[in-house]
């Protein structure tokens, strides 16, 4: 029957390749008969590339200490292509290991033999949703002003990462920079504690952070008033001051 087009309505021309493998439009009523019996009304698309996994979470839950930041990551990983062990680069490269746990489908494993970059990295298996929950413990640089953190992060392409920091004191700024992966949505006390929440925006975290000094009362000593008495064989010193704030 005669060619149409996706409305229903016969189509008037049909789509050929030429000699250099293009698609070329050809009127239906000059086309060869050949033409009519191997091309078709539409070019058929290119099939989309599909990657074997991608990392679709990542939440990072940290507390500032004197000696650094204790820290959760929870990372999400949809894995594509089944039957095969992927190396899931996770980074994390200045940070100390403590403890993983693995929730969802199929196989982990750690990645012992990998020496092609620094940081962390994982080994899946398995079809479907891998859930990380990894407890790390990252160096925190002190500076003049207050702290700084950075840190290596996993490539989220399309994806937004989380972030709360708990740093220990209610009077705290937070400087974001240009550059620095990190989108600051907000900041609240509790009790002495400042916690900041941000998004990550990068595959690098540079997070600093200014504790304000709270300003001291001042104090003022009025004279002392001092009184000597002589009770039978007993003095009696007497002394009297005031302080005001």
């Known amino acids: 029957g005669p060619s149409r087009t996706s409305t229903g309505t016969p189509a008037k021309t049909i789509f050929k390749r030429d000699a250099d493998g293009q ?5 239906l009523d000059s086309a060869a008969f050949d ?3 191997q091309a078709s009304t539409e070019p058929s698309a290119a099939e989309p590339q599909v990657p074997d996994f991608f990392l679709s979470k990542l939440k990072l839950d940290g507390t500032v200490t004197d000696v650094g930041v204790t820290m959760t990551a929870d990372v999400t990983v949809k894995v594509i292509t089944p039957e095969r062990w992927l190396r899931v680069t996770l980074q994390f490269d200045q940070a100390l290991l403590i403890e993983v746990e693995h929730a969802g489908t199929g196989e982990a494993a750690p990645d012992l033999f990998h020496e092609g970059h620094e940081g962390i990295s994982w080994l899946l298996k398995g079809q479907g949703e891998h859930r990380l929950r990894m ?14 953190l950075q840190l290596q992060l996993p490539s989220l392409g399309i994806f937004t990462g989380e972030m709360e920091l708990r740093i220990p004191s209610s009077a705290v700024t937070v400087p974001v920079r ?3 992966g990190v989108r600051l949505r907000g900041m609240r006390t509790d009790g002495n504690a400042t916690i900041v929440s941000a998004d990550l925006t990068g595959d690098r ?32 010193l007497t002394a009297h001051q005031e302080v005001q704030f």
Do not use: A, C, H, Y
């Not at 698609?23 to 009127?27: A, E, M, N, R, T």
């Not at 600093?208 to 009770?231: G, K």
């Open 23 to 27: 698609w070329k439009s050809v009127p």
């Open 35 to 37: 033409d009519l019996r």
């Open 135 to 148: 407890s790390l413990r990252v160096p925190l640089r002190k500076t003049p002003e207050g702290g700084q």
């Open 178 to 180: 240009e550059g620095s």
């Open 205 to 236: 975290l540079d997070l600093r952070w200014n504790v304000v000094l709270q300003p001291t009362e001042s104090m003022t000593l009025e004279p002392m008033d001092i009184t000597l008495r002589l009770m039978k064989d007993v003095f009696e």
